[in-house]
Structure formats: structure tokens, C-alpha cells
Nanobody, 125 residues
Framework: QVQLVESGGGLVQAGGSLRLSCAAS????????MGWFRQAPEKEREFVAAISWSGGRTYYADSVKGRFTISRDNAKTTTYLQMNSLRPEDTAVYYC??????????????????WGQGTQVTVSS
């Protein structure tokens, strides 16, 4: 089982950029597809982006497409979320998640086995 630790959140002005990192412990990182989700106050957790085991396939929510980029470095057992052109509506706690299921659906939270503790992203207008 992997353990996940996010970092890189913070306060940024609208139009700015942040890069989130999700460091995974364990030697089986490449067996997991990875995803990023976010949850704003009083809202449900929503899908942001996901990447397949090898990194060959990526998926994005329509709201972030063209602004956010997900990537992974299996040698460093780390997943990244590069966020550009940030907007106030991107403000949320961002969670990374790992999925080992062969029935993985990148946008479904219940298809992910492990979750990080979250990192706060605040975008000021």
C-alpha cells in the first residue's frame, strides 16, 4: 500500500501559478493510477485530473483543461499538478489519490484506494 503526502499549496493571486506535488511511499508506485481531486467549502469533492500507470493517458475536468497539467515521475514516486492561470473558483483543498483497481474510472473518487491528507490552495481576486 502506498502512503501519499501532498505539498505545494498556498496563497496566490488570480492569474498566477502553483505546482502541487504528491509524494508516494512504497515501491509499488508504478502499479497505481493517480488522480487529483479538490473540495471547496460546502461543496462535494470533485475530479480535477488523473494519469494512468505509465503516464501515457491523462484526463482533465473541463473546468481545468488547458490550464492544469498532471504528470508523474515513477522513479521519484511523485505525481505533480501544474496549475496555471489560476482563478478564485480554483480555491479548494486539493487531494491526491491512488488507484490500483483494474476497473479504474479516473473521475470516480470511489475507484481510488488511497488518499493524501490534502493541501490548501487559495486564489485571491
Amino acid at each position: 500500500q502506498v502512503q501519499l503526502v501532498e505539498s505545494g499549496g498556498g496563497l496566490v493571486q488570480a492569474g498566477g501559478s502553483l505546482r502541487l506535488s504528491c509524494a508516494a511511499s512504497g515501491r509499488t508506485f508504478s502499479n497505481y493510477a493517480m488522480g487529483w481531486f479538490r473540495q471547496a467549502p460546502e461543496k462535494e469533492r470533485e475530479f480535477v485530473a488523473a494519469i494512468s500507470w505509465s503516464g501515457g493517458r491523462t484526463y482533465y475536468a473541463d473546468s481545468v483543461k488547458g490550464r492544469f497539467t498532471i504528470s508523474r515521475d515513477n522513479a521519484k514516486t511523485t505525481t505533480y499538478l501544474q496549475m496555471n492561470s489560476l482563478r478564485p473558483e480554483d480555491t479548494a483543498v486539493y487531494y491526491c489519490a491512488a488507484a490500483s483497481s483494474v476497473s479504474w474510472d479516473p473521475t470516480e473518487p470511489n475507484k481510488y484506494n488511497r488518499w493524501g491528507q490534502g493541501t490548501q490552495v487559495t486564489v485571491s481576486s
